[in-house]
Protein backbone atom coordinates (compact mmCIF):
# COMPACT_ATOMS: atom_id res chain seq x y z
CA UNK A 1 0.00 0.00 0.00
CA UNK A 2 2.85 1.98 0.72
CA UNK A 3 4.06 2.77 -2.82
CA UNK A 4 0.38 3.45 -4.83
CA UNK A 5 0.17 6.25 -1.70
CA UNK A 6 3.43 7.45 -1.90
CA UNK A 7 2.68 7.87 -5.95
CA UNK A 8 -0.93 9.44 -5.41
CA UNK A 9 0.72 11.98 -2.23
CA UNK A 10 3.87 13.12 -4.45
CA UNK A 11 1.54 13.90 -7.43
CA UNK A 12 -0.99 16.15 -5.55
CA UNK A 13 1.47 17.39 -2.96
CA UNK A 14 2.92 20.60 -5.08
CA UNK A 15 -0.36 21.44 -5.94
CA UNK A 16 -1.79 22.05 -2.42
CA UNK A 17 1.22 23.79 -1.55
CA UNK A 18 0.56 25.96 -4.49
CA UNK A 19 -3.05 26.37 -3.94
CA UNK A 20 -2.12 27.57 0.16
CA UNK A 21 0.83 29.93 -1.34
CA UNK A 22 3.49 28.47 0.59
CA UNK A 23 6.24 30.75 -0.57
CA UNK A 24 4.29 33.54 -0.31
CA UNK A 25 3.21 33.14 3.47
CA UNK A 26 6.14 31.45 4.61
CA UNK A 27 9.06 33.50 2.73
CA UNK A 28 11.97 31.66 4.41
CA UNK A 29 10.37 28.00 3.94
CA UNK A 30 11.39 25.74 1.01
CA UNK A 31 8.54 23.96 0.14
CA UNK A 32 10.99 21.96 -2.56
CA UNK A 33 13.65 20.73 0.36
CA UNK A 34 10.95 19.82 2.21
CA UNK A 35 9.56 17.29 -0.53
CA UNK A 36 13.35 16.44 -1.31
CA UNK A 37 13.41 14.99 2.02
CA UNK A 38 10.19 13.75 2.55
CA UNK A 39 10.71 11.93 -1.20
CA UNK A 40 13.66 10.65 0.65
CA UNK A 41 12.64 8.93 3.22
CA UNK A 42 9.81 7.40 1.67
CA UNK A 43 11.31 6.06 -1.32
CA UNK A 44 14.72 5.61 0.10
CA UNK A 45 14.84 5.13 3.50
CA UNK A 46 11.34 3.04 4.67
CA UNK A 47 12.26 0.98 1.39
CA UNK A 48 15.58 0.28 2.67
CA UNK A 49 14.98 -0.42 6.35
CA UNK A 50 11.84 -2.26 5.36
CA UNK A 51 14.19 -4.54 3.23
CA UNK A 52 16.88 -4.87 6.25
CA UNK A 53 13.71 -5.87 8.87
CA UNK A 54 12.12 -8.54 6.44
CA UNK A 55 15.51 -10.47 6.43
CA UNK A 56 15.55 -9.84 2.85
CA UNK A 57 19.27 -7.58 3.39
CA UNK A 58 20.57 -9.99 5.79
CA UNK A 59 23.36 -9.75 7.81
CA UNK A 60 26.46 -7.28 8.00
CA UNK A 61 26.01 -7.81 3.86
CA UNK A 62 22.64 -6.71 4.08
CA UNK A 63 23.58 -3.87 5.90
CA UNK A 64 26.19 -3.05 3.89
CA UNK A 65 23.76 -2.91 0.62
CA UNK A 66 21.19 -0.77 2.96
CA UNK A 67 23.73 1.83 2.90
CA UNK A 68 24.50 1.89 -0.34
CA UNK A 69 20.90 2.62 -1.08
CA UNK A 70 21.19 5.72 1.23
CA UNK A 71 24.47 6.45 -0.35
CA UNK A 72 23.38 6.23 -4.34
CA UNK A 73 20.21 7.69 -3.51
CA UNK A 74 21.80 10.75 -1.67
CA UNK A 75 23.73 11.19 -5.22
CA UNK A 76 20.58 10.98 -7.21
CA UNK A 77 18.56 13.50 -4.91
CA UNK A 78 21.81 16.10 -4.85
CA UNK A 79 22.42 15.83 -8.82
CA UNK A 80 20.96 18.77 -10.32
CA UNK A 81 20.95 16.79 -13.48
CA UNK A 82 19.06 14.00 -12.21
CA UNK A 83 16.03 15.37 -14.44
CA UNK A 84 16.20 16.18 -17.97
CA UNK A 85 14.18 18.79 -19.74
CA UNK A 86 11.56 16.06 -20.94
CA UNK A 87 10.94 15.08 -17.31
CA UNK A 88 12.98 11.72 -17.66
CA UNK A 89 15.40 10.76 -14.61
CA UNK A 90 18.77 10.60 -15.67
CA UNK A 91 19.96 6.88 -13.90
CA UNK A 92 18.12 5.03 -12.12
CA UNK A 93 15.67 7.52 -10.24
CA UNK A 94 15.82 5.52 -6.83
CA UNK A 95 12.25 4.56 -6.65
CA UNK A 96 13.49 1.85 -3.83
CA UNK A 97 9.98 1.70 -2.59
CA UNK A 98 8.87 0.11 -5.95
CA UNK A 99 12.08 -2.01 -5.82
CA UNK A 100 10.66 -3.35 -2.34
CA UNK A 101 7.20 -3.64 -3.09
CA UNK A 102 8.47 -5.95 -5.82
CA UNK A 103 10.87 -7.89 -3.98
CA UNK A 104 7.94 -8.33 -0.76
CA UNK A 105 5.34 -9.22 -3.45
CA UNK A 106 7.51 -12.33 -5.50
CA UNK A 107 9.20 -13.34 -1.87
CA UNK A 108 12.68 -12.96 -3.78
CA UNK A 109 15.17 -15.31 -2.44
CA UNK A 110 18.30 -13.20 -0.95
CA UNK A 111 20.25 -13.89 -3.75
CA UNK A 112 17.81 -12.40 -6.33
CA UNK A 113 17.29 -9.35 -3.73
CA UNK A 114 21.30 -8.69 -4.05
CA UNK A 115 21.42 -8.81 -7.64
CA UNK A 116 18.59 -6.62 -8.09
CA UNK A 117 19.81 -4.04 -5.55
CA UNK A 118 23.43 -4.14 -7.04
CA UNK A 119 21.87 -3.32 -10.44
CA UNK A 120 19.39 -0.54 -9.41
CA UNK A 121 22.40 1.11 -7.36
CA UNK A 122 25.06 0.82 -10.16
CA UNK A 123 22.27 2.14 -12.25
CA UNK A 124 22.16 5.24 -10.15
CA UNK A 125 25.37 6.22 -11.79
CA UNK A 126 24.66 5.68 -15.60
CA UNK A 127 22.88 8.52 -17.39
CA UNK A 128 20.17 6.71 -19.17
CA UNK A 129 17.01 8.49 -19.25
CA UNK A 130 14.48 6.41 -17.17
CA UNK A 131 10.34 7.35 -18.22
CA UNK A 132 8.79 9.09 -15.66
CA UNK A 133 5.22 7.02 -15.91
CA UNK A 134 3.16 10.70 -15.24
CA UNK A 135 5.14 12.78 -17.05
CA UNK A 136 6.39 10.64 -20.04
CA UNK A 137 5.28 12.51 -23.82
CA UNK A 138 5.48 9.66 -26.12
CA UNK A 139 2.54 6.51 -25.69
CA UNK A 140 1.48 8.85 -22.74
CA UNK A 141 -1.79 7.50 -22.98
CA UNK A 142 -1.13 3.98 -23.42
CA UNK A 143 1.57 4.55 -20.11
CA UNK A 144 -1.37 6.23 -17.72
CA UNK A 145 -3.64 3.08 -17.90
CA UNK A 146 -0.26 0.99 -17.59
CA UNK A 147 0.40 3.11 -14.25
CA UNK A 148 -3.47 2.76 -13.13
CA UNK A 149 -3.12 -1.29 -13.75
CA UNK A 150 -0.16 -0.94 -12.04
CA UNK A 151 -1.69 0.61 -8.59
CA UNK A 152 -4.70 -1.65 -9.21
CA UNK A 153 -2.65 -4.62 -9.35
CA UNK A 154 -0.53 -3.20 -6.32
CA UNK A 155 -3.67 -2.72 -3.83
CA UNK A 156 -4.63 -5.86 -4.50
CA UNK A 157 -1.18 -7.29 -3.93
CA UNK A 158 -1.02 -5.28 -0.37
CA UNK A 159 -4.54 -6.05 0.46
CA UNK A 160 -4.02 -9.90 -0.02
CA UNK A 161 -0.51 -10.16 1.37
CA UNK A 162 2.88 -11.10 0.35
CA UNK A 163 3.87 -12.95 -1.92
CA UNK A 164 1.48 -11.81 -4.44
CA UNK A 165 -1.01 -13.96 -5.80
CA UNK A 166 0.30 -15.56 -9.38
CA UNK A 167 -2.13 -13.66 -11.69
CA UNK A 168 -1.00 -10.43 -9.83
CA UNK A 169 2.22 -10.81 -10.32
CA UNK A 170 1.77 -11.33 -13.78
CA UNK A 171 0.68 -8.22 -14.19
CA UNK A 172 3.38 -6.61 -11.97
CA UNK A 173 5.80 -8.32 -14.60
CA UNK A 174 4.13 -7.12 -17.38
CA UNK A 175 4.06 -3.37 -16.48
CA UNK A 176 7.54 -3.42 -15.06
CA UNK A 177 8.47 -5.10 -18.63
CA UNK A 178 6.53 -2.02 -20.54
CA UNK A 179 8.04 0.68 -18.73
CA UNK A 180 11.42 -0.33 -18.46
CA UNK A 181 10.93 -1.25 -22.19
CA UNK A 182 9.95 2.20 -22.54
CA UNK A 183 13.39 3.48 -21.20
CA UNK A 184 15.73 0.80 -23.06
CA UNK A 185 13.83 2.07 -26.21
CA UNK A 186 14.43 5.38 -25.55
CA UNK A 187 17.92 4.99 -24.64
CA UNK A 188 18.42 3.36 -27.68
CA UNK A 189 16.57 5.61 -30.21
CA UNK A 190 18.28 8.13 -28.37
CA UNK A 191 21.63 7.68 -27.23
CA UNK A 192 20.74 8.53 -24.13
CA UNK A 193 17.53 10.48 -24.39
CA UNK A 194 13.63 8.83 -24.08
Known amino acids: ?43 VFVPALALVRAGFLEGALGLVFAALILLSSLFHFVDLASKSDDYSFV ?7 VVAFYIFAFAAPPWVTYVIVAAAIILTFVPMRWVHP ?35 QVVLVAVATYLIGLTVDGFLRKGTTT
Open 134 to 168: MRVVRLRFLTLIVTFVWVVAAILAVGQGFPARPWI
Open 91 to 97: GFPTVWN
Open 1 to 43: MARPCALFIDSIDGSFARLARVGERLPRFSGERLDLIVDYVTY
